[in-house]
């Protein structure tokens, strides 16, 4: 369901953004470390199968990490996706540790090779959540109508390198570590979109556990298979909403040229 479930983070944090953007006026860095680290987040659960999406992401480079995950959280679908045992909690804790690290060692006045070893935590961390929020950005890009023979897709390598790329810009531009209000921003979305992945599996017929057994959202006659046409069904409204949500949060680009157009 990872095409599900990316647009699934990106609709919560775009929610989540609004909320913020209706009590303050955040910067469009903190937007975009929210919606990101939820995208991102939704996709976490998935990091316990050696095939998944997160796991094929950079090629073997995140096949043999996700692949050790899968055998620690005891298989697919167990700790990873169980809330009652703090799967969220977890994966925010460990993108902050990696995100604040450069931030302590500066603070610190540690020694250079834990200066590197920091920034190089932190440039992890923001690869990551980029890499993660590309596969976001292509489960909507691959909901195009083709262009000719071809559809507008993000590749292995090509996310490779923008997802590196992002990272060294950022850690350049941060050497001492990202602005407080950033980090608080990713860990937030990775903790709401942690839950809104699981919340999708929860729909489908294997369920995902809870306090020692499989729960489930949907009744029995309504649960959802994975790679079916309901899935896909489903998607569609999603994917309309995340659009809409991004153009508000964008402050309605273009609105001004349409009613000029209108007006004519």
């Known amino acids: 369901m990872t095409k599900t479930h990316a ?11 609004l909320a913020l953007d209706a009590v303050t006026d955040p910067r469009p860095a903190v937007v975009f470390a929210l919606v990101g680290g939820a995208t ?5 659960p998935d990091t316990d199968h ?5 796991a094929r992401m950079w090629g073997r480079a995140t096949q043999i990490p996700c692949a050790w995950i899968g055998r620690l959280a005891g298989g697919h679908r167990e700790w990873t996706h169980d809330v009652s045992r703090g799967a969220p909690l977890a994966f925010a804790a460990a993108f902050g540790a990696c995100l604040v690290a450069p931030l302590l060692a500066a603070a610190a006045g540690a020694w250079h090779w834990l200066d590197v070893l920091s920034d190089g935590l932190g440039a992890v961390a ?3 959540v980029t890499g993660l929020a590309l596969i976001g950005v292509d489960a909507w890009l691959s909901s ?10 993000i590749d292995t390598g090509t996310n490779a390198v923008v997802s590196w790329l992002t990272a060294l810009a950022v850690v350049g531009t941060y050497p001492g570590g990202l602005p407080a209000t950033v980090i608080a921003a990713i860990v937030v979305g990775v903790l709401i979109g942690v839950p809104a992945g699981i919340a999708g599996d929860a729909c489908t017929l294997s369920g995902v556990p809870w306090r020692g057994r499989d729960r489930h959202l949907l009744p029995y006659g309504w649960r959802i298979r994975t790679g079916s046409a309901v899935e896909a069904a489903i998607r569609v409204p999603i994917l309309i909403a995340v659009t809409v949500l991004a153009w508000v949060l964008a402050g309605h680009p273009g609105a001004e040229v349409l009613a000029d157009l209108q007006a004519q």
């Open 7 to 17: 647009p699934c983070g990106s609709l919560a944090g775009l929610l989540a953004a």
């Open 40 to 44: 991102a987040g939704a996709l976490l």
């Open 50 to 54: 050696h095939s998944s999406s997160p």
């Open 126 to 128: 923001i690869a990551l």
């Open 144 to 153: 195009l109508p083709t262009l000719g023979r071809r559809r507008l897709r």
